[in-house]
């Protein structure tokens, strides 16, 4: 089973690395490790940017393969070497000359499905990319807009699913995305893998009411050690 974990962006240097010795320890190879976010709100934090670089280089060091975000062929150049799975975010889904430049590339990219995406049409995003020379393509189902706002969105369970049985591609979930509320998250969690998903995207923090993004939805070292080990037993994490 495929674990990506870590916070939402990286916030500095300690703190990234901090938690990354906390993760190491629960056996996470592969970390979340955002330099660049994408907000609906221009006020909120956008990330460190190119100045996470260096950071980057030491969580290499550490042992970890990243996993980050890219928005334009810029993002990709200058990252390229730093990153091994390039993430392309639901407001890109249909960024179609991004998904041409991410096409010419031979990292692994994991698209993210646009909040209000027809499946057919996340697929037809991913060609954008296999069609240009790369096929190392995951799917990441991070939830649909509902009319109901219990949770931020709904995971769709149907769609992860489908794309197991119709479809060869490696398949992942985001329950921190879908759910939005930390309290929801394990159980998503099992529902996706339970549904045929091959691994998890999972926001963690160390403290997450600190967390500069999307702190309502971060699960702190703990309770991310706890969803592992439920994992554990019931899946063969």
Known sequence: ???????????????????????????????????????????????????????????????????????????????????????????????????????????????????ASYIEEWIKASEYITRAGNKNVTLCERGIRSFDNITRNVLDIGAIIYLKEMTDFEVLADPSHSMGRRDFVPGAAKAAIAAGADGLIIEVHENPEEALTDKDQALDVKTFEKLLRDLDGKHNL
């Open 1 to 115: 089973m495929r674990i990506i974990a870590g916070s939402c962006s990286i916030e500095n240097y300690d703190q990234a690395i901090s938690l990354a010795s906390k993760l190491k320890d629960l056996g996470v190879s592969e970390i979340r490790a955002m330099l660049f976010k994408p907000r609906t709100d221009p006020n909120s934090f956008q990330g460190i940017g190119y100045d996470g670089i260096e950071i980057l280089k030491g969580l290499k060091k550490m042992g970890f393969k990243i996993v980050s975000e890219v928005m334009n062929a810029e993002q990709i150049e200058k990252l390229y070497d730093y990153v091994d799975s390039m993430q392309v975010g639901a407001r890109n889904m249909q960024n179609f000359d991004l998904l041409r430049e991410l096409g010419r590339t031979d990292k692994n990219i994991i698209l993210k499905r646009g909040f």
